[in-house]
Every structure is written in C-alpha cells, then in structure tokens.
C-alpha cells in the first residue's frame, strides 16, 4: 500500500522538480535575449568603442569616446576636402565632417580648436555649440553660450537634437545625418549614417534611448551638417571604416589619441 501511493508522490516531485528547471531555463534564456537586444560595443582601442544600427534603410554608425584617453580636435585644410583625406593627412582615428560651410568652402559659425578661435560665433537663434570646458562636455543654446579663454574646442551648427533627455520641437525632412553628443558620463557619442532617409525627429529618438534598449543613451545631442556633407572615416588597427560622399568639406571633426 505505501510503495502505491509512494510513486505517485514521486512522480509529482518529478514534476514539479522538471517544471522548475524548465522555468528557471526559460527565465534565463529570455535575460539573455534581452541583454542581447541592447547596444553592443567593440572597442577599438583605449577609450574609443564602435557600433552600427541597422535604420531599415540604412546603417548607423557610432563611436563613444572617452576624453581621458582621446582628444577631439577641428581640421581645417587649405580648401575644401574629405574625410578620408584629411584623416590620412593627420593620423586621426576618427574623421567626419564638422559644421556647415558656405558655398566657397568657409566654415558658418563658431570653431574654437586648441583654444583658439579658427571661426566666429554665428547669430543663428536655432543654432546650438557644442564645447570642451575643461576637458568636460557641454552642448548650449546661442543665448546661453558665453565665450571662455578655458574653452579648447567649439564646433557651432544646429538644432539641438536633445536638451537634458528632452527632445525640443524639430522640423520635418529626411537625409542622411552627422551628430555629436554626450551621455551621463561624459563620454562623446559621434555619429554618421549612411544611406538613411532619417528625420532630426527620427534621430533624436535614437539618441536619447538607453542603450540597453538599443539606444545610445545621450543626454544632450547637436545635430551638425548632414546630407551630401556626412562622410567618416576611421582606420583603428585592423579596423577601418570608410563612408564617403561626394562633397567635400571645409573642415573635419577628428578623433585623436592623448
């Protein structure tokens, strides 16, 4: 009579031991899956990681830069260039294009590099300035942006992308895009896309989402001269990227080691 009722007992301990383990199983599959769903970066070398999101169409493309172990600097050829050329020319290990320029190659709006003022400030409300104080990151509006003897780099174009995680009122109209920003840890986000219709709106929203939700978690963001002007070039070890266009450009945002 008790070897009856003890396999029954038995069995249910089966069960429920099985049922346990297929539960545990599940909880970490899906973790893992989550985990995966976030950015993934490669680091390319000390303080300075990559990744790509796919847009659907079109490809993101992104670097973190620490500014303890990497310095950004403004490259300002003798006329007109491209990324490649001018990051070739200057070992930078990352080149894209800066600010807007006029139509005979001069840079439009503010440009500070190694403290010194290579291009005025521009009285553009929608503007915004992207700067280096004391090594620390600093994006603000034309009204609240004072000019400091501690400032070593400055690029000036627009709008704003992300204010404090907010997204301020932009406008419509899709094309490929370049933009700087920075996250809570004051580590510059770079980005270029490359063949992508994507609006500032559509950009921001990219930005400003944590990265463990596919983002680039940034807490204020500029958007700098895109379309026929976005182009990077990067060559980082055995790593090199190279998205061109077919404009040159007045001047290179780089990427340099300390």
Known sequence: MNDIMTKPRRRLKWLVFTSILITVGLIWVYSQQAKATGTQWQEL?????YTTLDLNPGTLHAFKIDLMQNRLG?????????AKEMAIDTHALVMTNAGFFTPAGEPL???INEGKIVSPLKSISWWGIFYLQNNTPAISSLSNFKLSNNIDFA???GPRLLVNKNIP????????RTAIGYNTANKVILIVTEDAQLTTLDLAKILVKPEKNGGLGCLYALNLDGGSSSQVYAEVGNFTLD??????VADGLAVFAK
């Open 45 to 49: 070398a000390p303080g300075l990681d």
């Open 74 to 82: 403004l490259v300002s050829p003798s006329e007109p260039s491209t």
């Open 109 to 111: 709006g503010l440009r």
């Open 155 to 157: 690029v000036q174009a």
């Open 169 to 176: 009122h932009l406008k419509e109209g899709a094309d490929n």
């Open 243 to 248: 998205v061109p266009n077919y404009r040159p």
